[in-house]
T-cell receptor, first 113, second 113 residues
Framework: AQSVSQHNHHVILSEAASLELGCNYS??????LFWYVQYPGQHLQLLLK??????LVKGIKGFEAEFIKSKFSFNLRKPSVQWSDTAEYFC???????????FGTGTKLQVIP | SQTIHQWPATLVQPVGSPLSLECTVE??????LYWYRQAAGRGLQLLFY??????ISSEVPQNLSASRPQDRQFILSSKKLLLSDSGFYLC????????????FGQGTRLTVV
């Protein structure tokens, strides 16, 4: 079965701290990977995605993620967080050639000014 | 450009009553369509997805059903709601075939009383 794991459920950081949120998926072969963000009261938005090519993916608002195939991981990073990054972050995956998109349980990030 | 509409935004229904949530997509043809339920601490749970008219894949056995009567219309239904059906329901679409990220609607907050 396909699954996506996010091990950090709730993260609290001070402004300017660095961020890394973990994401692991459980199946082999070709995979498409995504990070979504949900700001308070807003709908889910795509932060970045990986389909192929350079395993280091740049997204919006200074976020990036690195696909490490050997570790089945796609961790999200940001060098310096801002208060406005307070949100819930979801990792998602789709097995190549399939249409089903599976999400992780989400990580709530709270940035303290 | 493509847009996704989901309604109603909020709904309060008594136990045992029927349910019909509707989702429509504009500006694209033959999209993949998804229904997710978002619960605190559980992330986004995929309920149903569809790759074409009349084609529904059910991911989780439950009190709900889905239908796709038209290419860009996806309906989530129940004949008799249970208290446990309360939650936040999200419709999403993605481009068929090549696979892209999923684009989400605003969601429906369902409270069963």
């Amino acid at each position: 079965a396909q699954s996506v794991s996010q091990h950090n459920h709730h993260v609290i950081l001070s402004e300017a701290a660095s961020l890394e949120l973990g994401c692991n998926y459980s199946y082999g072969g070709t995979v498409n990977l995504f990070w979504y963000v949900q700001y308070p009261g807003q709908h889910l938005q795509l932060l970045l995605k990986y389909f192929s090519g350079d395993p280091l993916v740049k997204g919006i608002k200074g976020f990036e993620a690195e696909f490490i195939k050997s570790k089945f991981s796609f961790n999200l990073r940001k060098p310096s967080v801002q208060w406005s990054d307070t949100a819930e972050y979801f990792c998602a995956a789709r097995r190549g050639g399939y249409q089903k998109v599976t999400f992780g349980t989400g990580t709530k990030l709270q940035v303290i000014p | 450009s493509q847009t996704i509409h989901q309604w109603p935004a909020t709904l309060v229904q008594p136990v045992g009553s029927p349910l019909s949530l509707e989702c429509t997509v504009e500006g694209t043809s033959n999209p993949n369509l998804y229904w997710y339920r978002q619960a605190a601490g559980r992330g986004l749970q995929l309920l149903f997805y569809s790759v074409g008219i009349g084609q529904i894949s059910s991911e989780v056995p439950q009190n709900l059903s889905a239908s796709r009567p038209q290419d860009r219309q996806f309906i989530l239904s129940s004949k008799k709601l249970l208290l446990s059906d309360s939650g936040f329901y999200l419709c999403a679409w993605s481009v068929a075939g090549i696979g892209t990220e999923a684009f989400f609607g605003q969601g429906t907050r369902l409270t069963v009383v």
